[in-house]
């Protein structure tokens, strides 16, 4: 069978001619079974919506965990692609040199913040660039250790972070160390030493995991994977609070939960608390190339990294950087934030009174457009097989909680047809 670019059998979308068994089959025998796939083969995206090769359209309600924040294949972010590629600044070059894309996307993503950190100086703020959230999410525990290490005088090796109950922060090694699900990291050893867990939520528990060699504390302002919690009022404030008594370095992973996602830009606007460091992802570009950073005060940067202490072949190379400098300027111009908070609380609204109807339903809980229905039977994923058929792509969240993340440029015919099949599943 030959590889094709025509249109052909594909239901007028799609890569290649290779029928959906066909493919299915390829994967079995060349691919890692790390996850557990929906055996449904996407040909095509375009804005909220999802194609297959027999031309099904199926509502995206995941947005690939917040990475497709403005909806696939946005046309301004496409544009700013097939300009770099077209042009002849695409490509990556060496990071010995500088690109004038680099430089844009590092003001750009450093003024989008307020000034982080400001116990740190008033300097404005740096951005360090990695390819994937996993890597930001490292690049920040390696800066906090190193204070722990350079300004507080903790002996090398000793450092600790403390981190929270069903976190989620990637795959490596090291984060999965200090995961608390067993199923990430068994097996996996030797793990990375200095972490130290608390419940989410619990200001009480973080004070008591607070020692002379505590130097970060590593946070998801709301947790996507650990079932769309959002921790109580105060909760971040405490942080705050207790990180500038005890000097301590207080990192938000907003890689799920930043760019609009729950309503505002950076989940932490909705409590007023600034962090110190602010990793972000998956939204940042769009949702068509990989790009994370880590965000910091610039004396924090300057203080951590000297050339030859980090570094990434990839990390911010000029396709991505013109996909997060498209990527950022739609979130702002399509004031995609302010749409999440008013199509979210519509959504929301609607959920909650289908789930007072129905039997299934144990919580909904969200904000903007990152909304969670944890189910009674613990299953999330029965319901979200019974979505799919229904044309609509939702997965659980820790197991119990339907996650509903769908493009933050949903209109009210596209909740509709979200409400008609969460009435389906759900009541009838
Ligand atoms: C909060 C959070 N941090 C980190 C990551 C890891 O990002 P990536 O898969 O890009 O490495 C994720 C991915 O889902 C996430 O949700």
């Not at 890692?32 to 449904?40: D, E, I, M, S």
């Not at 932490?268 to 965000?295: Q, R, T, Y």
């Not at 396709?319 to 498209?326: E, M, P, Q, T, V």
Request: charged share 20%; glycine share 10%; net charge negative.
């Amino acid at each position: 069978m030959t590889v094709s670019t025509t249109k052909a059998n594909t239901g007028g979308v799609g890569f290649s001619n290779y029928d959906d068994k066909k493919l299915l089959e390829l994967d079995e025998i060349y691919g890692a079974n790390h996850y557990g796939r929906l055996q449904t083969i996407i040909r095509k995206t375009e804005g909220a919506w999802l194609y297959t090769q027999d031309g099904r359209k199926i509502l995206d309600c995941l947005a690939a965990y917040s990475a497709a924040n403005p909806g696939h294949h946005h046309p301004k972010i496409v544009k700013a692609l097939v300009n770099a590629l077209e042009n002849g600044y695409a490509s990556v070059v060496s990071n010995v040199v500088y690109t004038d894309q680099l430089s844009l996307m590092l003001e750009k993503v450093s003024s989008l913040p307020p000034q982080l950190g400001p116990r740190f100086g008033n300097n404005g703020n740096k951005t360090l660039p990695k390819n994937g959230g996993v890597e930001s999410v490292e690049t920040a525990i390696k800066m906090a250790r190193y204070y722990g290490w350079k300004e507080k005088g903790i002996t090398d090796g000793k450092q600790e972070i403390i981190v929270y109950d069903n976190n989620f922060h990637g795959r490596m090694i090291t984060v999965v160390s200090f995961s608390t699900s067993p199923k990430y990291k068994e097996g996996f050893g030797p793990l990375t030493p200095g972490f130290k867990a608390a419940p989410f939520g619990d200001l009480d528990a973080t004070e008591k995991l607070i020692n002379e060699n505590t130097c970060g504390i590593l946070v998801e302002p709301m947790q996507g994977e650990g079932g769309m919690n959002i921790p109580p009022k105060e909760f971040l404030k405490g942080l705050r609070e207790m990180a500038d008594k005890h000097n301590i370095v207080l990192m938000f992973d907003e890689i799920q939960v930043g760019m609009g996602r729950t309503g505002k830009t950076f989940c932490f606007e909705h409590e007023n608390v600034i962090p110190d460091v602010l990793i972000l992802g998956k939204a940042i570009s769009g949702g068509l190339v990989p790009l994370s950073v880590m965000v910091t005060n610039s004396s924090l940067m300057d203080m951590a990294f000297q050339p030859g202490s980090d570094g990434s072949t990839f990390g911010g190379y000029p396709l991505a950087c013109a996909a997060g400098l498209a990527a950022i300027n739609v979130m702002i111009d399509e004031k995609l934030p302010q749409k999440s908070y008013a199509t979210g609380k519509m959504l929301k609204e609607k959920i909650t009174e289908i789930a007072s109807r129905s039997p299934h339903v144990k919580a909904v809980r969200g904000m903007g457009l990152f909304i969670g229905i944890e189910v009674k039977n613990g299953d999330a994923m029965s319901f979200g097989h019974k979505l799919l058929e229904l044309d609509m792509l939702a997965n659980d969240s820790h197991g119990h909680t339907i996650r509903i993340s769908p493009p933050l440029i949903i209109n009210d015919a596209e909740v509709e047809y979200i409400c008609e099949r969460l009435e389906k599943v759900l009541v009838d």
